[in-house]
């Protein structure tokens, strides 16, 4: 898997643009509008999509 330009925040819902990512997997992640720093609380937007059903 290529590396995303940004994650979603399953937390808020909020797009994540600071987080490693090391081969294929998210290593960190940090939420600038809630705060969350949990790398299993970040989704990328195809899986965000996905997951709302879209």
């Not at 990512?21 to 809630?34: D, F, H, N, S």
């Amino acid at each position: 898997m290529s590396i995303p330009d940004f994650l979603v925040c399953v937390e808020c819902e909020s797009p994540c643009y600071i987080f490693e990512w090391k081969e294929g997997v998210l290593t960190e992640a940090i939420c600038e509008v809630c705060g969350n720093d949990d790398p299993d609380s970040f989704v990328t937007p195809d899986d965000y999509d996905a997951l709302a059903g879209g």
